[in-house]
């Protein structure tokens, strides 16, 4: 057996084009197929802390990691290792999720222990709960509940941490993964701080699930020889530190062979359940991957590489009773971005996913640049089923917050099907194939910037799912990276096109263009913005407008008053205007300023700027925010007042986010700082144009109109109901588009939605 293999990838061409197909794109003119091919729609989102014990701080840490579903697929089962607790939710309507409450590990064993994985077996729960006193010291238990009464009616002591627990097809065994982690901050003699090998060695314990549970027996699978030394197996096949392999994940085919991932060890071992002994150790190799992003530096550059990396697998799944497939979000050592299927019989990589994985993120505006210099979209989670006749892979993308669908219906030859968009840190990936749902549970919960752990359901059907809403085509042989579409603005002269342009989430600003034609919108062409030398420059571009006689303006906000500005590109996208806030009122502003730009010609033919700020300067009402005129003939700014609404919820404000001419008449958006469950205020608005200048003295207030509540458009994806509703435009063929700013994956879910109101008549009278 080979025991180190090295494969290159470059480049995955057709990507997009795949991708666009995936999702539903048609061109313009182009007739829709009788019937519509299946894929994934969202049906639900649950956030978890919903589900919590009465009296408990809503603000307190809940989150969803793996889950399992009761045989009628109507009772999901998922641990929540931050509270120390499993959760229930009914699914009997998957549209609406129901809560049925918890269950305290505290009230089975001590407030500490922590459950780790979760399985149903009949009516009953296997739940595998980690009670280690110390990394030296590692404990667990089994324990097994009835599911109606909730009552635990046997445990076993498993004698080590455990990860992972899987049940056999046939439901005559389960296996466990008994992992004894490494402490990362411990060094072996001669090593560094969390290298191997750090004793106690990990092993598989296997559970006989005959008669009744208290009669289950478990039967210990050692990976070591039988003194103590390295299994011949795991030397051969050059396992990093064979005598500590440190199981992580497990799966069990028809044939009850079990695969068990050693993530650590970059290792896969295979296990015969009947007897208890291993029958095969494979390294899982490495990988040269080209064509990604590797540095963390505001930019999504495709141009990096990492060569020769484990690939360190984490998640496990049977395609068949011959191939698996890993996700190999990486550890210590490696991470290839991606996902790979193995021969069980020789060991050998049949196909590994390559750049693709993070090609996808960069396709559908997830990339996540923070991750570019470690391990980029962290593919960790991974599940294999059958839905009416077609064989699926889920690859979770921990980092990116989506999960990737396959057809592997050819195991050597996956096709991709389409992304899901979940909330952050998608963990577990629950297929409940008889009712034709998916089930995501994700373990990020951050209620300071109220993006909330959750389970999230899709359902499987014929129509064009609501994600995604915008894809994006090649520029130069790579996906157009694309994120925080934060404005909109016509295109003249092309009734179908939008402008957006990206803000300080990125070190270098680009206008995008973005065809509407298609379903999925897709972003088609970057235009990097210089400053007056000619070079790329960083504007925090909050709003955007393209001149009917040509170049833009850009609304730039600042990190205080004074960086705010008005901008003038000329086509090219080079700065050729620059224009300050005055100076009284920049100094009353924090770093909420500019949020919106748009422009008219008054009646002298002459041109007009309008832009919001988007809180009340210090020295105005409360409530009471500028939207600013700016006469480009005179270089005169003159002010007007637009009072906001209230939500009332302690710590949230209201503001403006971006304006646009309709008529006689200025479009506003509206919005609070709330999102998911919590969000209330996201409005379109109209105010009437004034015709002139402001008169000097106190601010005149606009009377405002309300046009539409685009909160209901928001919770119609069934998704994170997003916080930054922040463009809007109407194209040329009078249609009205609002899209959501993604904050580039960071404090957010990434999730964009582009929405279509509707025409310009019937939106705004």
């Known amino acids: 057996m080979t025991v180190r293999r090295s494969f290159t990838f470059v480049a995955v061409a057709g990507v997009t084009a795949a991708t666009l197909a995936a999702a539903g794109t048609a061109s313009a003119g182009r007739q829709p197929s009788a019937q519509p091919p299946l894929a994934f729609d969202r049906v639900a989102t649950y956030p978890v802390f919903q589900n919590r014990p009465p009296g408990e701080d809503p603000t307190t ?414 520029q130069a042989g790579d996906p157009i990276g694309w994120g925080a579409l934060g404005a909109l603005s016509a295109v003249p002269g092309q009734p179908h096109q939008l402008y957006s342009v990206t803000d300080a989430a990125y070190a270098e600003t680009r206008i995008l263009t973005i065809d509407t034609r298609r379903t999925p919108a897709v972003v088609t062409r970057a235009l990097p913005v210089l400053d007056a030398a000619g070079q790329p420059t960083g504007y925090d571009a909050e709003g955007v407008f393209a001149r009917p006689q040509g170049g833009f303006w850009l609304a730039v906000e600042g990190a205080k008053g004074t960086d705010n500005k008005l901008v003038r590109l000329d086509d090219s996208g080079t700065t050729r205007q620059v224009v300050p806030l005055p100076t009284e009122v920049a100094a009353g502003l924090g770093k909420q300023g500019f949020e919106g730009v748009t422009a008219s010609t008054d009646r002298r033919g002459r041109e007009v700027v309008w832009a919001v700020l988007q809180r009340e300067v210090a020295t105005d009402p409360a409530g009471v925010v500028r939207i600013g005129r700016y006469d480009v003939t005179d270089g005169a700014w003159s002010w007007f007042g637009y009072r906001l609404e209230s939500t009332g919820v302690p710590g949230d404000w209201l503001g403006l986010s971006e304006v646009t001419v309709v008529g006689d008449r200025l479009a506003v958006i509206e919005r609070d700082k709330l999102n998911g469950p919590a969000a209330r205020i996201k409005r379109v608005y109209t105010v009437p144009m004034p015709a002139g200048p402001a008169t000097p003295g106190p601010l005149t207030v606009l009377p405002k109109t309300l046009a539409v509540d685009v909160l209901p458009a928001l919770r119609a994806t069934n998704g994170w109901t997003q916080e930054k509703l922040e463009g809007l435009a109407v194209t040329g063929d009078g249609q009205v588009f609002a899209v959501t700013d993604n904050d580039a994956v960071q404090d957010a879910t990434g999730e964009t939605v582009l929405l279509r109101l509707g025409g310009v008549r019937r939106v705004f009278g």
Request: charged share 25%; hydrophobic share 35%; net charge negative.
């Open 61 to 474: 840490e809940t989150v969803a990691e793996i889950s399992a579903v009761s045989p009628d697929g109507r009772t999901l089962v998922y641990t929540d290792a931050a509270a120390k607790r499993i959760g229930f939710l009914d699914l009997t309507r998957p549209d609406r999720p129901r809560g049925l409450g918890t269950l305290s590990l505290a009230q089975l064993g001590d407030a500490e222990d922590e459950p780790t994985s979760v399985a149903v077996v009949g009516r009953y729960v296997l739940v595998v709960v980690n009670t280690s006193a110390s990394y030296t010291d590692p404990s667990g238990r089994l324990d097994v509940i009835e599911l109606r009464t909730r009552e635990r009616v046997a445990s076993f002591d498993l004698d080590g941490q455990p990860d992972s627990i899987a049940v056999s097809p046939d439901q005559r065994y389960a296996a466990v993964a008994i992992e004894n982690e490494r402490d990362e901050d411990a060094a072996p003699p001669g090593g560094d701080e969390g290298d191997l090998p750090q004793q106690p060695a990990g092993f598989v314990q296997v559970v006989d699930l005959g008669g009744a549970p208290k009669q289950w027996q478990l039967r210990e699978v050692s990976l070591l020889a039988r003194d103590g030394a390295a299994l011949p197996a795991l030397l051969a096949a050059g396992i990093t530190e064979p005598t500590d392999p440190e199981p992580e994940y497990v799966s069990i085919n028809r044939r009850n062979q079990l695969v068990v991932t050693l993530q650590e060890n970059n290792g896969i071992v295979l296990v015969d359940l009947p007897t208890g002994r291993v029958t095969q150790a494979f390294s899982a190799g490495t990988a040269t991957v080209r064509g990604i992003d590797t540095v963390e530096d505001e930019r999504i550059d495709l141009s990096g590489s990492i060569v020769d990396v484990p690939r360190e697998p984490d998640a496990v799944s049977w395609l068949d009773d011959r191939y698996l497939a890993t996700a190999n979000e990486g550890d210590w050592r490696g991470g290839t971005r991606s996902w790979s299927i193995f021969d069980s019989r020789t060991g050998e990589v049949v196909w590994d996913a390559g750049n693709s994985v993070e090609r996808l993120a960069v396709t559908y505006g997830l990339h996540n640049d923070d991750r570019s210099g470690n391990k980029g979209t962290e593919p960790e989670g991974l599940a294999v089923a059958e839905y009416r006749g077609v064989r699926y892979a889920f690859v979770g993308s921990e980092r990116s917050n989506f999960v990737a669908v396959y057809d592997v219906s050819r195991p050597t030859r996956p096709v991709f099907k389409q992304v899901l968009a979940t909330t952050n840190g998608p963990e577990g990936l629950l297929p409940i194939p008889s009712r034709g749902l998916l089930a995501v549970s994700s373990e990020t919960d951050d209620a300071e910037v109220g993006v909330r752990a959750s389970v999230s359901l899709f359902e499987l059907g014929r129509g064009t799912p609501a994600f995604p809403s915008v894809v994006s085509a090649q």
